[in-house]
């Protein structure tokens, strides 16, 4: 059973592009969660996501930031417009519909660059 | 108020030895569950064990035991005969509310733990 999978995992963007990062879920895990670190800090919770619904995006910034998780296909966080402020590592991490208490898994990341 | 406080920013522990770090929390939901999570140089985030705030007992996972100290809301992570590999980044974690699993984390700030051989 394959884990969570994020990709990429070392992305490089100017200042001014896109950013797209994909999260697979782990098999059978319908429920999608996004967190930013930042240099040298811990982990922050962005957005919490089921199959085509938004459930919490209280951590998301106002502006640039969005995600989805579509009925096929992974969950896509997308950054408009990068700044280099953005440059952090990005975890998604899954759990399934019935979870026990500690199911919650990472992906192991993706590191945006902003130059 | 932070939620999860770990005040140790960093601690250097010869191999072999115990090794404590600390996690202070802070909720009102009687209904939370604690993580604890390593994050070795190589950036991913590796689970290492789990308290729920019903559990009886203290939780404990090979060489990893959790020192759960509920009325001083204290969750420490006690390592037993650390090791080189231990030398990592470490998250205490909070989940609050009881739909179990499907709850935001909640992250302290981390300790960087060196092992000296």
């Known amino acids: 059973n394959a884990g969570v999978m994020q990709n990429p995992r070392h992305l490089v963007r100017r200042r001014g592009q896109e950013a797209r990062l994909r999260c697979s879920p782990m098999k059978g895990h319908s429920h999608v969660y996004w967190y930013r670190q930042l240099p040298e800090e811990g982990l922050k919770f962005m957005v919490y996501l089921q199959k085509e619904n938004i459930i919490d995006e209280s951590g998301m910034p106002k502006e640039r930031f969005s995600a989805e998780f579509p009925k096929e296909g992974p969950s896509i966080l997308r950054i408009q417009q990068v700044v280099r402020g953005d440059s952090a590592a990005y975890f998604c991490?899954?759990?399934?519909?019935?979870?026990?208490?500690?199911?919650?898994?990472f992906g192991p990341g993706t590191r945006l660059t902003v130059t | 108020a932070q939620k999860i406080t770990q005040t140790q920013p960093g601690m250097f522990v010869q191999e072999k030895e115990a090794v404590t770090l600390d996690c202070t929390y802070d909720?009102?939901?009687?209904?939370?569950?604690l993580f604890w999570y390593k994050q070795p140089s190589s950036g991913e985030m590796i689970f290492l064990i789990y308290q729920g705030s019903y559990d009886q007992q203290n939780a404990t996972e090979g060489r990893y035991s959790l020192n759960f100290q509920k009325a001083r809301k204290s969750a420490n992570l006690v390592i037993s005969a650390s090791q080189l590999g231990d030398s990592a980044m470490y998250f205490c974690a909070m989940r609050e509310g009881s739909n179990f699993g499907n709850e935001k984390l909640t992250f302290g700030t981390g300790t960087r733990l060196t092992i000296i051989p």
């Open positions: 991490a899954s759990s399934p519909l019935q979870a026990v208490a500690y199911e919650q898994y």
């Open positions: 909720t009102s939901d009687p209904s939370y569950g």
